[in-house]
């Protein structure tokens, strides 16, 4: 499958220049290492230092200039990450974060657990003190040591390693690059001995050809499989796509189109993962999928045949549609790779599916191959209308409207939307591309958006298309110093915070507990607000070198500060713009959300 072509350094980017030493012919440990990451193409290491890997830091600032890969330093590690993550949305390549001992280890933690989540490949490059104990320094290396440090992230990592040698590193990278890129792609973790890196090579390395060893496993559909679908989506009236995680690839969204217009399928897609087909398509339900709606419990209902491609949650989906335990009746096809890192430790695998045909592959990968297929022959279809629009009706701005006046603020220019809140209302804007929208975080947390945000504006420089996160203010108070990255490094980015002033699911939460047990729903509130005081999220933005706006409270000045925000950032700036909201859910979610999103803050 192609991938996007999109890379962080087509336009420039700031570079920390370092002065440069005769060369002499000493090699290091680490140095081999460096050498490894520029050879796997890997363009970016983003870290928050540590002494742990001061030798691979050396080298790639004297040894290789601070030039593929270039650092990027963080103001914390679950930044690190989140940068990588989000540069892989839109790449779908590999980035590297480096993260300090057992202790970098931990602050990154949540945000490995994201990427597994949401299946995106990211090298995390950990080291640890000395193996050897007659290496370490008193006490603090002693801290910093761990006896099994992957044990920490392993139940959420596709591989991981602790080699001991520097040929012994040079192929775990390699190894762990190619497996990180494999379809389910995952995050994946080397953990490199201090002493190792910073001991003098005896002799030469022999040479390695860093290519021939990392070559993504490609998985495509037999041959059985795509004669039974093709012959029985000839046959079918009512036809449904549930279309869930595929690439950023133009080629495959067009493939998408075109599968679906020739057997005139219904299509959902899932607000949880990126953008997979256009949403203002009259194939397309009448909105992407957020928690379940009377339209797609109808079509899958109505269906007579369903296939479902990498969608995140497919059992969860029948049941909410028929009831649990209930099965379809239409002949359901799942195809998905997601089975093969599933393990005992994390349920992101969610409840197992009723599926007549499981189809081990590629998702865009079968697509392809049913087009290859003898299917009906459909005419174009034209595209829908965008719903009609009320103003809220309280004094108060509405999420909906937020998106809307951002929608109208953005006009003609290509938009990328990095991330987007719990609250937002999927019908304020259309994707009509891959990198229209990237999804969530994948594991529910917060703290990711800003590194996420900063990630994806990285690997957007130089495109053309405007950056744009729109946060809750607990995600952004969480991760909020992400912001300074963007700003050193001159990444163009807005972010849009629908402020709400609360950890606002977590008050349905205690609203639906006071009324199960007959108490004073009243009380939600207490333990959850962030209003007193009012925190000043443009200033904090300020603070960091970016553009701050806000908070804004009036909706007749929105656009016009939107547009004021998105000319800081057509000028190569970083703009933060505290919008604050009514709290509350669109399209009904504020029933479901605490059944389906028990971790999620707004």
Known sequence: MENVALSGQQAAIAIEQPVRWPADNRRYGSDVIAETIRALNIEFVALTPGSSFRGLHDSLVNHLGNRE??????????????????????????MAAAVHANIGLMHASMAIYNAWCDREPVLVIGATGPVD????????????????????????????????????????????????ETLPKGPVYVNLDSEMQEAPLDAPLTDFETLRYRSPVDHGPSLQAVRDTAARLRNAKNVLFLMGRFSRSEGDWA????????????????????????????????????FMNPELAEAIKSADIIIAFEWVDLAGTLSAALGYGKAASAHVVHASLDHTIHNGWSLDHQALAPVDLHVACAPDLFVEALLQRELPARKPVPKRSEPAFTLSAGPQIGVSELGRTLRAAVGERDACLIRLPLSWDPQAWAFR??????GSDGGGGLASGPGMAVGGALALKGTGRLPIAILGDGDFLMGGTAVWTAVHYELPLLIVIANNQSYYNDELHQERVARTRARPAENRWIGQRLADPPIDLSAFAKSQGAKGFGPVTDRDLLEDVLRQAIAAVEAGGVAVV?????????????????????????
């Open 433 to 438: 591309h891959p990198l229209d929208y990237l």
């Open 255 to 290: 493939n998408r189109i075109e599968l679906a217009e020739r057997v005139g399928a219904r299509v959902a897609t899932d607000l949880k993962v990126g953008a997979a087909f256009p949403t203002d398509h009259c194939l397309h339900m009448a909105t992407p999928f957020k």
């Open 133 to 180: 104990a007659m290496r370490r320094r008193p006490w603090i290396d002693w801290i910093h040591t761990s006896r099994d440090q992957g044990a920490l992230v392993r139940p959420f990592l596709k591989w991981d390693d602790q080699p001991a040698s520097a040929g012994a590193a040079r192929e775990a990278l390699v190894r762990a690059a190619g497996i990180a």
């Open 578 to 602: 505290d919008v604050h909201v009514a709290p509350g859910y669109e399209g009904g979610a504020a029933a479901n959300s605490t059944q389906s999103s028990p971790a999620s803050k707004d």
């Open 69 to 94: 890969p270039q650092l990027l330093v963080c103001l914390h590690e679950e930044h690190a990450i989140a940068i990588a993550h989000g540069y892989a949305k839109v790449t779908g390549r590999l």
